[in-house]
């Protein structure tokens, strides 16, 4: 099982940014998947979940109305759109895979995270 | 939204020692309590799932206990390669909410 991010970078305050998290390993379209986001040098903080079939999706508050979690199952990825960044969106940003294939909300993969840094 | 608090936030051990972290929940949250270990520069890890359910391949000196609002970790004969940060984490309601993390580091 392998999950791999991609798409961080720098980004201005009020900007967009995608990122994607490609997954290999096991039966994508089984599994939920995660977003979790560390601030450097701070704990874990929960993003956005989906589940397999996409018909379940939740945010934290942190982030409601501005970012998008998707996923295309034909393609085994995962995404996580994010617009209108803000400084205090700075972070690591990981993508897991739920234990089950309903939102579980624990996690036995993690990708290896990809840092976005929202900074002019 | 519901509120985890670990104690201790830092702990620095000797090779041997056993170690305790604990997490206490701000309401009920039955058994859907998490534990992962986040060495320096490395993503998180499962070890413990639903309280006391050890994960496949996990050293048998790790082992979680608890139910309701308070949960321990306990490390038995801490070794070097245990030096993380140790996380909570709650599923039992969203939003999902992780512990601030407990530091143990190898003296």
């Known amino acids: 099982v392998q999950l791999l991010e991609s798409g961080g970078g720098l980004v201005q305050p009020g900007g967009s940014l995608r990122l994607s998290c490609a997954a290999s390993?096991?039966?994508?379209?089984?599994?939920?998947l995660t977003w979790v986001r560390q601030a450097p040098g701070k704990g874990l903080e929960w993003v956005s979940a989906?589940?397999?079939?996409?018909?379940?999706?939740y945010y934290a508050d942190s982030v409601k109305g501005r970012f998008t979690i998707s996923r295309d199952n034909s393609k085994n990825t995962l995404y996580l759109q994010m617009n209108s960044l803000r400084a205090e969106d700075t972070a690591v940003y990981y993508c897991?895979?739920?234990?089950?294939?309903?939102?579980?909300?624990?996690?036995?993969?993690w990708g290896q995270g990809t840092l976005v840094t929202v900074s002019s | 939204e519901i509120v985890l608090t670990q104690s201790p936030d830092f702990q620095s051990v000797t090779p041997k020692e056993k170690v305790t972290i604990t997490c206490r929940a701000s309401?009920?949250?039955?058994?859907?309590l998490h534990w992962y270990q986040q060495k320096p520069d490395q993503s998180p890890k499962l070890l413990i799932k639903?309280?006391?359910q050890s994960m496949s391949g996990v050293p048998s000196r790790f082992s979680g206990s608890g139910s309701g609002t308070d949960f321990t970790l306990t490390i038995n004969s801490l070794e070097a390669e245990d030096a993380a940060a140790y996380y909570c984490?709650?599923?039992?309601?969203?939003?999902?909410?992780f512990g601030q993390g407990t530091k143990v580091e190898i003296k």
């Open positions: 897991a895979k739920d234990g089950l294939p309903y939102i579980s909300g624990w996690y036995d993969c």
């Open positions: 390993g096991f039966t994508f379209n089984t599994y939920a």
């Open positions: 989906i589940s397999g079939s996409t018909s379940s999706i």
């Open positions: 309401q009920n949250i039955g058994s859907s």
């Open positions: 639903y309280a006391s």
């Open positions: 984490h709650q599923s039992s309601s969203l939003p999902w909410t």
